[in-house]
């Protein structure tokens, strides 16, 4: 065989041995690709399964929360949120007053018309209530028939919440199936004036107020000393702090 033609064979096994290295390679990389590739899925599959978990658990928080905060006959915030407003606005705004309200004889409809008459009342009285709220009134659901608004301002807007509450409640018949009914509302306040910065003592003599209130007619009183404390046929309002506090 001559030179030129070894020399020929030798080049071409050395090409075809760099083709085949080559080929391997390319295999190889293909074969990483592929698993990088798998991996990269595997990957954005837990990312997708992990953010959707925090998603689940957002909600089921919220719904607690909602659960714990919100009354479900009227939709209003319940006694908790309200013990928890009042104590932010008394830790936060300067001066606050608390307006209580109740709704004489609400029994009486219960009694007559039924316990499902008596729920659409409430709803009612707090859908009214609700339109008195502002970013310095926060409305909710005590117990029972009872109601309070916390109010964010000096005495004399504290005052006009009160007589609002009134002429909202007392001055307007209900529509309750089908029957116009006409409910009297007892409204009393207090404010950090009379109270100092405890929530606790706030809300009772507001509820002092209006018990007052209530054995005298159904006007808004504001708490004075003169009214002593909570009648012995009154409910005195238990009282636990926020939570987390």
Same mark, same amino acid.
């Given at each position: 065989?001559?030179? =030129?033609?070894?020399?020929?064979?030798?080049?071409?096994?050395?090409?075809?041995?760099?083709? =085949?290295? @080559?080929?391997?390679? @390319?295999?190889?990389?293909?074969?990483?690709?592929?698993?990088?590739?798998?991996?990269?899925?595997?990957?954005?599959?837990?990312?997708? @399964?992990?953010?959707?978990?925090?998603?689940?658990?957002?909600?089921?928080?919220?719904?607690?929360?909602?659960?714990?905060?919100?009354?479900?006959?009227?939709?209003?915030?319940?006694?908790?949120?309200?013990?928890?407003?009042?104590?932010?606005?008394?830790?936060?705004?300067?001066?606050?007053?608390?307006?209580?309200?109740?709704?004489?004889?609400?029994?009486?409809?219960?009694?007559?018309?039924?316990?499902? @008459?008596?729920?659409?009342?409430?709803?009612?009285?707090?859908?009214?209530?609700?339109?008195?709220?502002?970013?310095?009134?926060?409305?909710?659901?005590?117990?029972?028939?009872?109601?309070?608004?916390?109010?964010?301002?000096?005495?004399?807007?504290?005052? =006009?919440?009160?007589?609002?509450?009134?002429?909202?409640?007392?001055?307007?018949?209900?529509?309750?199936?089908?029957?116009?009914?006409?409910?009297?509302?007892?409204?009393?306040?207090?404010?950090?004036?009379?109270?100092?910065?405890?929530?606790?003592?706030?809300?009772?003599?507001?509820?002092?107020?209006?018990?007052?209130?209530?054995?005298?007619?159904?006007?808004?009183?504001?708490?004075?000393?003169?009214?002593?404390? =909570?009648?012995?046929?009154?409910?005195?309002?238990?009282?636990?702090?926020?939570?987390?506090?």
């Amino acid at each position: 065989m001559s030179q =030129t033609a070894n020399s020929f064979l030798t080049a071409a096994g050395g090409l075809l041995a760099g083709l =085949t290295a @080559a080929g391997l390679w @390319a295999l190889r990389l293909r074969v990483l690709l592929a698993h990088s590739r798998h991996r990269l899925q595997a990957h954005d599959v837990l990312v997708r @399964a992990a953010h959707a978990l925090v998603v689940d658990l957002r909600a089921e928080r919220d719904t607690y929360h909602r659960q714990a905060t919100r009354d479900d006959t009227t939709g209003l915030p319940n006694r908790r949120a309200a013990i928890t407003q009042l104590t932010r606005s008394i830790e936060e705004q300067a001066e606050v007053g608390v307006v209580v309200v109740d709704l004489v004889r609400f029994k009486l409809v219960n009694d007559r018309l039924g316990h499902r @008459a008596g729920n659409t009342l409430l709803a009612q009285v707090a859908e009214r209530l609700r339109r008195l709220s502002r970013p310095d009134v926060f409305a909710a659901r005590l117990s029972g028939d009872e109601f309070t608004l916390i109010v964010s301002g000096d005495p004399a807007r504290t005052r =006009t919440v009160a007589e609002r509450v009134r002429l909202h409640i007392s001055e307007v018949p209900f529509l309750l199936d089908g029957k116009q009914v006409n409910v009297l509302a007892s409204v009393g306040y207090a404010t950090t004036g009379q109270a100092g910065d405890d929530p606790e003592t706030l809300l009772h003599l507001a509820d002092i107020a209006m018990y007052w209130s209530k054995t005298h007619g159904g006007a808004v009183r504001g708490y004075a000393e003169s009214m002593g404390d =909570t009648p012995a046929t009154g409910r005195p309002r238990d009282w636990s702090p926020p939570p987390d506090r």
